[in-house]
């Protein structure tokens, strides 16, 4: 069963730190694109930065480029997403998603990802 599970979320104050990571189970990641997304209260949800499958090449939101950086670690089946500076704007849950190769597409503009987390709640707030 292909699964992805996301962790390191919590409380932090405005300008602090958090490391979120998306585990595969029943799958190997880094042949997959991968993203992560996140859906404030009363929100659409929003693309927030990917790596691509193709060359590992990564992208970024303008909102969090600077302060987000996204990496896999092959060995642990493991996609990090490290978020720094982070604001009240940035509270959100946040989900990462996997897209099959091959892909059409780069993964800022893959329509829809095949298989989604359950998120992981970041609040920034003082």
């Known amino acids: 069963q292909l699964q992805l599970v996301e962790s390191g979320g919590g409380l932090v104050q405005p300008g602090g730190s958090l490391r979120l990571a998306c585990t595969a189970s029943?799958?190997?990641?880094?042949?997959?694109?991968i993203g992560w997304f996140r859906q404030a209260p009363g929100k659409e949800r929003e693309w927030v930065s990917c790596i691509d499958s193709a060359d590992g090449s990564t992208y970024y939101a303008g909102s969090v480029k600077g302060r987000f950086a996204i990496s896999r670690d092959n060995a642990k089946n493991t996609v990090y997403l490290q978020m720094n500076n982070l604001k009240p704007e940035d509270t959100a849950v946040y989900y990462c998603a996997a897209d099959p190769p091959p892909s059409r597409y780069v993964c800022y503009n893959i329509p829809q990802y095949a298989y989604w987390g359950q998120g992981t709640q970041v609040t920034a707030s003082s």
């Open positions: 029943g799958f190997t990641l880094d042949y997959y694109s």
